[in-house]
């Protein structure tokens, strides 16, 4: 196996060859559009800007949070818009990814999910950063065996949450899927801040009633309750190991008053914010207040 890894500055009109082995690319590109030949089940991730894909007549918009994959064998157009410089980061994973099934998340289509909430978007987001900073030729053989094995994982909890889906049409349940993964890499990019139930179904293009009813069936909470979730966890790291006061890391959660922190941290923790800090300063303190 020799993958390749390239730098790409500036838009192509004509799809690039097919890679067998692999390919790793980091971007930074201007507004314009590229023709891309998938060959090889891809991902796509942006970290800064913002990439339009447009894969069987369907333009997906991924932003930071979010990541693409895209069944190998169908050619498609990406487009930036104008003054926006995007870092991009794209790999091109090598023979098939996972066994075929009836219900596969992607059946020739394209898929988002959110890159802040799997292994895979962890591995995707740590190594585009890295190589954006020093392109290592190397690199691309580890990487993307890395990222294949991840994938794998993330295609079969993809099709085991497509399935909770209510809906009788497969094409419907990848519409929602896609939705509903919009909202929740929004969710995770919000954390110091309450997101209105308006604005998110916004965002992700469904009613409030649908939202709720899909997001609780998918992801086992409904998106009020997930988010307060991810911002106490993210609250319980800021913690961990730091000199950051209560009323800081109550703030930075977006709870102007550190009461209603406290009792929220208490309900999901089973502890206050002061006696976590305490027993991650030193694990042999007990959750009890009275120590």
Known sequence: MSAVLVRMDKHVDTPAPAVPDGKVVVSRLGSGESRILCSLTSIKLVLEGEEIHEVDGRAHIVRPGQMLIVDRGAEYRAMLRRNVTTMGF????PGPVGEPQPESPLLGRALILSSEASRLGALVRQHGARLHQSLDPDA?????QEVRAALNDTLVAAAGNMARIDAKKASTRHEVMNRLEIARAYLHGHLGRSVPLPELAGVAGLSGFHLVRYFSAVYGLPPARYHRKLRLE????????????????????????LSAFTHAFTREFG??????ARRSADPRIGGDESA
């Open 234 to 257: 993210n609250a319980a790291r800021m913690l961990t190991g730091s000199h950051t006061s209560a009323t800081e890391v109550a703030d930075s959660a977006g709870y102007g008053d």
């Open 140 to 144: 691309a053989d580890p990487v993307l």
């Open 90 to 93: 794209c790999l091109y994973l």
């Open 271 to 276: 502890m206050s914010p002061s006696a976590y």
